[in-house]
């Protein structure tokens, strides 16, 4: 079964960090851009960071630069995020397709496949 599967989120106080993972199973990560997404309530779903292995292109949303990191190991895609805020609230998705353009909106394309989401809450 070709799938992604989030993990690694939760609730935590402003400040914080967490790391979140999206594990791929029945295909080769590396072959994609894989990019992570987040959706608050109420809001559009938003892309914030992607990266391709392959050819070692990556992005990051002007609002997350400098406190996410994106990085990969087995097949698994981790999003690292650090100084975590109220406003970062969100369930956060993976996606794959062939370039992080796509996750930029700089490029046309389409996701081959989704996770579930993990809910990320920033809260004291």
């Known amino acids: 079964q070709l799938q992604l599967v989030e993990s690694g989120g939760g609730l935590v106080q402003p400040g914080g960090s967490l790391r979140l993972s999206c594990a791929a199973s029945?295909?080769?990560?590396?072959?994609?851009?894989i990019g992570w997404f987040r959706q608050a309530p109420g809001k559009e779903r938003e892309g914030v960071s992607c990266?391709?292995?392959?050819?070692?292109s990556t992005f990051y949303a002007d609002s997350v630069k400098d406190r996410f990191t994106i990085s990969n190991a087995e097949n698994t895609v981790y999003l690292q995020i650090d100084y975590l805020k109220p406003e970062d609230t969100a369930v956060y998705y993976c996606?794959?397709?062939?370039?992080?353009?796509?996750?930029?909106?700089?490029?046309?394309?389409?996701?081959?496949?989704w996770g579930q989401g993990t809910q990320v809450t920033v809260s004291s």
């Open positions: 996606a794959a397709t062939w370039s992080c353009g796509v996750v930029a909106g700089t490029v046309e394309g389409e996701y081959d496949y």
């Open positions: 029945g295909f080769i990560l590396d072959r994609y851009a």
């Open positions: 990266l391709k292995s392959s050819s070692g």
